[in-house]
């Protein structure tokens, strides 16, 4: 059974840092394309970072380019979220999503992705 777990989430300062893990099992993580999304109340889900499964090619939302990292650690089956100098608008839960991917690329929009995790909740006070 494919699983997702992110975690990590948490109140953090304005300016502060925060890093975000997904937890991964059921499935080979080289095989997949992941991606982090958020939703904040009120708002639709957003994508946020995106990594391909063979290179490891990145992209990233404008709002948080030059802020935050997505990286991830194959052998551990773990996908992280560095997230630095955390804006209030930042606030949301977070979800990471994953797909199996045969063309080693990553994918922005959501609806690529099969499967997601539950969602952890980042709040950045101001």
């Known amino acids: 059974e494919v699983q997702l777990q992110a975690s990590g989430g948490g109140l953090v300062h304005s300016g502060g840092s925060l890093r975000i893990s997904c937890a991964t099992s059921g499935f080979t993580l080289g095989d997949y394309a992941i991606a982090w999304f958020r939703q904040a109340l009120g708002n639709e889900r957003e994508g946020v970072a995106c990594?391909?499964?063979?290179?490891?090619?990145?992209d990233y939302a404008d709002s948080v380019k030059g802020r935050f990292t997505i990286s991830r650690d194959n052998a551990q089956n773990t996908v992280y979220l560095q997230m630095n100098s955390l804006k209030p608008e930042d606030t949301a839960v977070y979800y990471c999503?994953?797909?199996?991917?045969?063309?080693?690329?990553?994918?922005?929009?959501?609806?690529?992705?099969?499967?997601w995790g539950q969602g952890t909740l980042v709040t950045v006070s101001s």
């Open positions: 990594i391909s499964s063979a290179d490891g090619s990145r």
């Open positions: 999503a994953a797909r199996i991917t045969y063309s080693g690329t990553y994918y922005r929009a959501s609806h690529e992705y099969r499967y």
